[in-house]
């Protein structure tokens, strides 16, 4: 019975938001980035759920690196930068969280979320906030608390009376309509697949690096760094990618990636896309912020 009814509740990343709304929320000024791709590529360092690079699958090696500066040498030393600066200087914040994401070959709407995030213990509590039939859908994840599961419950209807259940956070019911699990989210975990990937496509190289200054994201003036790899090869995750870098917080605040395209002189597949919005840094929050028993909160009695 649970099984049945929730099956369809846990997209913890998951909601629809119109498309002109995200037009105004993400923008980048046509002198910083190439225009826009309609559809594109594979993952931030992990391997998600969902699809993999089908022309990846049969595609030969790339060839080491030359000898010498790798052109991904200054994108690696700005992520690692961003990485010691989350890690130094935030230890925690709230945000609205935009995403889009292909799940077995099927590209999904945008969706979006409230988000409190704390670094130690790594803790994530999620409202959602559209469309209707999902509002009011909350998710906490504490490291370490109600045996590492998520907590989470509709916010209305039949579901809601269900109550709260407990899951494991990389079960199948957890993952249904996510490509990353809960103990993923957020911006060090972002930053932190960003140097992973790095480190490991700087040893091949058929690599393509571009910076493009004053790129902005929802107001926020960003630097953007596009990596392509113009050829498939298994040892490459995406062909096409795209982080924002704040320039005044050095975080990474959106992120999009494009498989290869489907066809010669086709337009790369958009495979991923992730925006953290009105980022709040350092808000001060404490063990009740991620308690399911916070009265500000509408979580209930637990079930497996």
Excluded at 277 to 297: C, E, H, I, R, V
Aim: glycine fraction near 8%; charge should be negative.
């Amino acid at each position: 019975m649970v099984g049945k009814y929730w099956f369809f509740i846990f997209r913890y990343l998951g909601m629809a938001v119109p498309l002109c709304v995200v037009a105004s929320l993400v923008l980048a000024e046509e002198q910083a980035v190439p225009a826009q791709t309609q559809d594109a590529a594979q993952g931030p360092g992990l391997i998600p759920a969902g699809d993999g690079s089908k022309m990846n699958q049969n595609a030969g090696e790339a060839n080491a690196a030359a000898v010498g500066d790798h052109p991904l040498e200054p994108a690696l030393e700005l992520a690692a930068r961003g990485l010691e600066s989350i890690r130094a200087n935030i230890k925690d914040y709230s945000c609205t969280m935009v995403k889009r994401e292909r799940i077995d070959g099927k590209l999904g709407e945008h969706q979006y979320m409230f988000s409190k995030v704390r670094q130690e213990p790594f803790s994530v509590y999620l409202y959602f906030l559209g469309p209707e039939d999902v509002k009011g859908q909350e998710v906490i994840y504490v490291d370490g608390k109600n045996e590492n599961n998520m907590l989470a419950h509709a916010g209305s209807g039949v579901r809601a009376m269900m109550g709260t259940v407990s899951l494991k956070p990389q079960s199948m019911l957890a993952m249904t309509g996510n490509r990353y699990p809960i103990t993923e989210f957020g911006v060090e975990n972002l930053a932190r697949r960003l140097v992973e990937v790095a480190e490991h496509d700087k040893n091949f190289g058929e690599c393509e690096v571009n910076f493009y200054p004053n790129a902005k994201v929802n107001g926020r003036i960003c630097t953007c760094v596009q990596v392509v790899h113009p050829t498939p090869r298994r040892n490459f995750r995406f062909h096409l990618a795209r982080v924002f870098i704040d320039d005044e917080l050095t975080v990474p605040i959106r992120y999009e990636a494009y498989d290869w395209p489907h066809e010669a002189g086709g337009q790369p597949v958009l495979m991923e896309e992730y925006t953290y919005m009105n980022l709040k840094t350092n808000q001060g929050f404490t063990d009740a912020d991620f308690d399911p028993t916070n009265p500000s909160y509408k979580f209930s009695g637990t079930k497996e």
